[in-house]
């Protein structure tokens, strides 16, 4: 049994992947997870991957990727960073790794990846979670502040024109 779980309902830059495996033989079983269209005000420069699990099996290898084409299943070649954490071997284990590069803007792809091996008959389950942060708002133009800049550009006009005109000569009449 396999779920994924993806924006709105993990966070806005988030993927969950969550998963009971059981094996009769040998064999090795690779999951994965993508979703595109992530747009956010922030540029993401970190790639953050948490897992838990437990396995009978031999071993389990968690990745993830990150992909500025916003490419489902953008991996390997294809993303901009990516993350390992593993393998581990049999038995209780949780890790985390983290990935730095430069930023990337919106739109982007995320994409989970799990290989377990097994050995046997066995049994393995995680939780894996992948996240991208980001450190620096994208700089992007409020409605609001275009129109009270606009306004400024306009009282900056009115008032250079009033010191370019010549002077108007005015005669007043009075009795």
């Known amino acids: 049994m396999t779920t994924g779980i993806s924006k709105p309902v993990v966070g806005p830059r988030k993927l969950d992947l969550n998963s009971v495996n059981v094996s009769t033989g040998d064999g090795t079983l690779v999951i994965e997870l993508t979703d595109t269209d992530f747009f956010d005000s922030?540029?993401?420069d970190q790639l953050t991957g948490n897992i838990g699990a437990t396995t009978q099996g031999i071993t389990v290898l968690a990745e993830g990727f990150i992909d500025p084409d916003n490419v489902e299943f953008g991996a390997?070649?294809?993303a901009?960073?990516?993350l390992t954490l593993g393998p581990f071997g049999p038995a209780a284990?949780?890790?985390?790794?983290?990935?730095l590069f430069g930023p990337v803007a919106s739109p982007y792809s995320l994409t989970q990846r799990v290989t377990i091996t097994h050995g046997g008959a066995a049994a393995t389950s995680?939780?894996?979670e992948l996240s991208a942060t980001g450190s620096r708002v994208r700089a992007v133009p409020e409605p609001a502040a275009v129109a009270l800049f606009?306004?400024?550009l306009a009282g900056l006009g009115l008032m250079w024109r009033r010191t370019t005109r010549p002077p108007t000569a005015r005669?007043?009449?009075?009795?």
């Not at 284990?93 to 990935?99: D, L, M, N, P, V």
């Open 42 to 44: 922030v540029l993401v």
């Open 76 to 78: 390997d070649a294809d």
């Open 80 to 82: 901009l960073a990516s």
């Open 93 to 99: 284990f949780a890790g985390t790794a983290s990935a």
């Open 126 to 128: 995680f939780d894996f």
């Open 150 to 152: 606009g306004l400024g």
């Open 171 to 175: 005669c007043t009449a009075s009795r």
